[in-house]
């Protein structure tokens, strides 16, 4: 009887919240309003009929301010010409309000490959447009390994979906997983919809994923959050650690890869009361490494996916130390965390060994990497993976760094 | 069989063609091709489709946030579906690619709408109105 009674409590209450939803709406103040109608340039309305938009999806009330935004969309591989043309006519009259950090771009700015002048012309068109609106050139990926983190509970914008899932999980931040372009709609307005993850209550995991093996490597991590993604369209999972939790290296991992399948925002470690529970065993990451690796070797290593940190380049410059690597290798990573790399003396290590920094760039969508030259990659980044597989065709084998090390390097 | 269903607007405007209907996300960086307008992931259930002109039903956007420009190169490329409609709670990535492409889009159906939206169906988006109707009873 109870539990048809609470059944039925729920039912109600689902109706009410479908209700509110039906008919709510964002209140915006006389300025918001005036910026939406144009009074303050072009740019202003189109931010704020994003911001708009994405709060009614959202079911927001108002908006609030946010301190930094990170936007992606910098690769002219992913935004195309309509996106250059977009940006080009944004940054005329848009200026940023907050601080404003970008995502890497295609290239190294220091090494231009072979790349065709067409991709260099509209590669530096975006760059100038970023330029233009006032963001940081910081190129990156991981802009919380670069730049001081707000204060614990800070509200942020990010869009690349990796960082967006590390802020809120490890640093304490709040972030909604902003698009490309309401990032973009912040970084002028220094304004986001709050909603979501923004607000406590949706910080909450609904469903817990029990993993019966204990994660040992990043790669590990790396599986476990692709099938999380998937399996979890909430805005936040909890995981039931069997033993220890995954050091900053994996929770990297574990991001991008909740980041490449999902919507989902965050995760937490907990139990698994009161908890929807999803077994995440040996059968379900050897089906998730089945779907991402189409091979068991390749003619180039990639590291990258999001960009390696100083942890990943000193664990990799220890693995290497007196050794040759026997296949070209490509690491990726943000100009100022390399600055910082060659400081310590990494730098030289890993290039000693063969290694070849591309900065300012990334493995997702990279034109450095084609099919032309690369029948199959390996790495260790699930979210590389999908990408290299699914956007430039290209074969991969997903092997994790010590493996990687172990299999393609030789005592020098 | 009802031929008027009420949803919620998240960007107005208005949008006539035949529903594509699926159950999967779409990750609209890899999975598109933007300047044909095609789904051009073998392992996602509207390989081959195109958008063109179509009502597109689906879950909501996943994976990358740079998908919201990909949205706009259809509009762009004009090979965009005339209204899209997430079957769940929108997402923000299909919310601001909408928005900036004036491609009407609504959400929240009432909940009897996988009897009458199949693939196929000929519909009619007003978001403004807040209704999805179909023009000509084919069911």
Request: glycine share 8%; proline share 4%; hydrophobic share 40%.
């Amino acid at each position: 009887m109870l539990s048809v009674i609470s059944a039925r409590v729920i039912l109600v209450g689902k109706l009410l919240l479908r209700l509110l939803y039906y008919f709510y709406k964002l209140e915006l103040t006389k300025e918001e309003e005036d910026m939406l109608n144009g009074e303050h340039g072009e740019s202003f309305a189109v931010a704020y009929r994003i911001l708009l938009a994405i709060g009614e999806a959202t079911g927001a009330s108002k908006l609030v301010p946010v301190k930094w935004a990170h936007i992606s969309g910098v690769n002219y591989n992913t935004i195309g010409d309509s996106g250059v043309k977009f940006l080009e006519e944004f940054s005329k009259t848009g200026r940023v309000a907050i601080r404003t950090t970008i995502n890497p771009m295609g290239y190294d700015k220091g090494r231009i490959e072979n790349l065709s002048d067409r991709f260099l012309k509209k590669q530096s068109s975006i760059v100038n447009s970023y330029s233009m609106l006032g963001a940081i050139p910081s190129f990156t990926c991981v802009p919380y390994e670069i730049f001081d983190i707000p204060e614990k509970g800070s509200m942020v914008s990010f869009a690349e979906s990796s960082a967006a899932v590390f802020s809120n999980s490890i640093l304490g931040l709040s972030t909604n997983r902003e698009s490309a372009l309401s990032a973009l709609a912040s970084s002028i307005t220094g304004k986001t919809p709050y909603s979501d993850l923004l607000i406590e209550n949706f910080r909450q995991a609904k469903v817990a994923i029990r993993p019966d093996f204990t994660p040992s490597t990043e790669l590990d991590y790396g599986l476990l959050g692709y099938f999380a993604g998937n399996a979890v369209k909430d805005p936040c999972v909890a995981f039931i650690p069997p033993e220890g939790r995954p050091d900053r290296i994996q929770a990297k991992a574990l991001s991008a890869a909740i980041g490449t399948s999902g919507s989902c925002g965050m995760f937490t470690f907990g139990h698994g009361s009161g908890r929807e529970i999803v077994s995440f065993g040996k059968e379900e990451a050897a089906r998730v490494k089945d779907e991402l690796s189409t091979g068991d070797d390749g003619d180039l290593i990639a590291l990258g996916g999001p960009q390696l940190g100083l942890n990943e380049l000193s664990l990799l410059s220890s693995l290497i130390e007196g050794k040759k690597l026997k296949k070209r290798c490509m690491i990726f990573c943000a100009r100022a965390i390399h600055r910082q790399a060659k400081e310590i003396g990494l730098v030289n290590r890993i290039e000693k060994a063969g290694g070849e920094f591309m900065c300012d760039s990334c493995t997702c969508m990279t034109p450095l990497i084609t099919r032309a030259d690369f029948d199959s990659v390996i790495t260790n980044s699930i979210k590389a993976a999908y990408y290299l597989d699914r956007s430039n065709s290209i074969g991969v084998a997903l092997k994790d760094l010590r493996t990687i090390v172990r299999d393609y390097s030789e005592n020098n | 069989m009802k031929s008027t269903l009420k949803c919620r607007r998240i960007v107005g405007g208005c949008g006539i063609g035949k529903a594509i209907v699926t159950e999967q996300p779409i990750n609209f960086l890899s999975m598109l091709d933007v300047s044909r307008g095609i789904i051009k992931d073998p392992r996602h259930h509207l390989f081959r489709s195109c958008l063109r002109d179509s009502i597109l039903v689906f879950p909501g956007a996943v994976g990358s946030s740079v998908g919201s420009y990909s949205i706009y190169a259809l509009k762009v490329n004009c090979v965009a579906p005339a209204a899209i409609i997430c079957s769940g709670k929108t997402d923000l990535i299909t919310a601001s690619g909408c928005a900036i492409s004036e491609i009407a889009l609504v959400d929240m159906l009432e909940k009897s709408w996988p009897s009458v939206i199949r693939n196929g169906v000929e519909l009619e988006v007003d978001a403004n109105n807040r209704m999805v109707t179909l023009p000509k009873q084919t069911i």
